[in-house]
């Protein structure tokens, strides 16, 4: 079973849900989720919003990023009645949830070992996905269909625009990030008529159509030169990598201007590990 609430307005209007912790250890979408809910007036509210604060019950209760069978709900959907574990799960979320709504919010945080600058990501040739992408708010919004099987690739599929929110640290609630989290999920809401209030438009949106991984190239201790978020420039200086003994070994650079979109947050690595992912803005930028 999943917990789902559902909040029905009073008046007639789209069918939005929302989900979080689609991997266990990914817990910022929880928070987010109850304080929205905590926003959400039935009287004063115009159609209807499905939140799902634990898709990976399983996952969640042991911080763990996938379900006992160790398979990645993500990579699963649209699932089946017959198969896996996390294909079954798939296909009733697809059933009861995905095929009742208009629209999908599904949040997530970066993998284990790793952190996020909030970002929006989604296939802009959808054009419900660039309405929610451009109001939810984040400065960043990265282009693509999403992996094979995810359920926000399988989500448009089916007819149903939907955009991830990736922010943050696996395990941890970082207050920041949950207030980008609510502020944007509200704007959404506000951008489709469902609720009134004033939307919150960030400086700058960017479209990203490529991303870059800086990786090691010898093992070592990294200390960071650059933070997410930052802008920089070709060749500059993203980390700098040193022996045990506290020797400099090698510095690590960006290959292009761009923003650095997320860090590895465990220093020690081993050559070819992902350092700093760095988000490449192309000429589109969203008004």
């Known amino acids: 079973s999943l917990p789902v609430r559902v909040c029905h307005g009073r008046e007639a209007g789209p069918t939005v849900w929302i989900s979080a912790a689609l991997h ?3 817990i ?23 939140t799902i604060p634990i898709v990976t019950v ?29 294909s079954r799960i798939a296909s009733t979320i697809m059933r009861e949830i995905v095929n009742q709504c208009d629209y999908g919010i599904d949040l997530h945080s970066a993998a284990t070992g790793r952190t996020n600058f909030p970002n929006v ?49 696996p395990l941890k609630m970082e207050p920041a990030m949950l207030e980008i989290g609510v502020r944007g999920i509200m704007n959404v809401l506000i951008k489709l008529g469902m609720v009134k209030g004033d939307m ?8 990203i159509k490529e991303t870059k991984w800086v990786r090691a190239k010898l093992g070592g201790i990294l200390r960071y030169t ?22 400099q070994q090698n510095v690590l650079a960006s290959p292009g201007e761009g923003i650095v979109l997320g860090i590895s947050t465990m220093p020690v690595v081993k050559p070819g590990e992902p350092v700093c992912h760095i988000a490449m803005p192309g000429p589109t930028m969203m008004g």
């Open 58 to 86: 399983h996952g969640f209760l042991i911080g763990d990023r996938y379900l006992p069978d160790r398979r990645d709900l993500n990579r699963s959907f649209p699932g089946s009645t017959r198969g896996s574990l996390a």
């Open 121 to 169: 990501r989604g296939d802009m040739t959808v054009a419900g996905v660039r309405k929610l992408s451009k109001a939810f708010g984040c400065e960043l919004t990265i282009d693509g269909k999403g992996p094979l099987k995810s359920l926000r690739r399988e989500a448009c599929k089916a007819g149903v625009p939907t955009i991830i929110l990736e922010l943050g640290e």
């Open 28 to 50: 910022g979408g929880v928070e987010i989720i109850r304080q929205v809910n905590e926003r959400l007036d039935p009287k004063r509210l115009r159609g209807t919003v499905l």
């Open 200 to 207: 919150v438009v960030p400086p700058y949106q960017a479209t």
């Open 226 to 247: 650059v933070v997410p978020g930052q802008l920089v420039e070709k060749d500059q200086s993203v980390a700098v990598n040193f022996s045990v003994l506290g020797e």
């Open 24 to 26: 266990g250890d990914e």
